[in-house]
Structures are given as C-alpha cells and as structure tokens.
C-alpha cells in the first residue's frame, strides 16, 4: 500500500471554494491484523460537533469548530487557526464492519477502530508435506 500525500493548501483551497469558512483536519489511516484505524487531529472540537458515518468502506467525518471572537483591534501577524465547518471523506483500503465501529476522542485525538470483515482479514494456509 502506498501513501497519499497530506496536502493542507490543496485541500483547504479546494474545500475553500465551496465554504470560506471551512478547513480540513489531518488524519492517519493504517491497518492492524483485524482492523483498520483512523486518526483525525481534531484540536479544540468539542465531540458532540462531530459526525462519523460509513457507506461503503467509505468513512465521512463532518463536524464544526466553534469560531472564538476574533477581536478586530489586534493586530495579526499570523492567523492560521480556522473555525468553521469540515467534512472529509476516506475511502477505506478494506471492507469493514461498520456496526462494529468505535471511535475514542482524547486530547484533540479522534481515533475511530473498523473491524475487517471476515474475507479482508488475511489468512494462513498450511502446507502439508508428505515425503513420497
């Protein structure tokens, strides 16, 4: 399996030009022996604004960070943290089973654990030798 590279100015811009006030948060995708696990960095999103929902082994999160008042007498040299609403879609490098789903959110950390289905997992096959 080959990496998909992260590109933030792509995304955003791409996410931009349908919602100005969007953004797109990083995430980590690997496989374990009976699972596929996502990582979302969802820093300063409370867990109640997120939406997680899977069709298809593709996984969709959607959620909203709350924008804090941005006090217009200061003078930015750098603003870079976004509010607003996201949504990003993965599709899944396995079949899944969805209703088996759990997500865990932990200091800013969204961590959402999909069982394989059964045919995704890899199997063992033992080779019998007999000396003829």
């Known amino acids: 399996m080959s990496l998909i ?3 933030p100015f792509l ?3 791409d996410s931009l030009e349908k919602n100005f006030s969007s953004f797109v948060p ?3 995708v690997y496989e374990e022996k009976d699972a596929v696990v996502v990582e979302a960095t969802l820093a300063g999103i409370k867990p109640e604004n ?3 929902n899977i069709h298809d082994d593709v996984l969709t999160l959607e959620g909203q ?3 804090s008042s941005e006090i217009e007498e ?3 040299y750098r603003k870079e943290v976004r509010s607003g609403s996201f949504h990003r879609s993965i599709v899944l490098p396995t079949a899944v089973i ?3 789903a759990k997500a865990n959110f932990e200091n800013g950390l969204l961590k959402i654990v999909l069982p394989k289905e059964e045919q995704a997992k890899p199997k063992s096959i033992k080779i019998d030798i007999s000396n003829k």
């Open 5 to 7: 590279p992260w590109t």
């Open 11 to 13: 995304d955003t811009f």
């Open 26 to 28: 990083a995430i980590d």
């Open 50 to 52: 997120v939406a997680i």
């Open 65 to 67: 960070r709350e924008s």
């Open 74 to 76: 200061k003078n930015y």
């Open 98 to 100: 969805a209703d088996k």
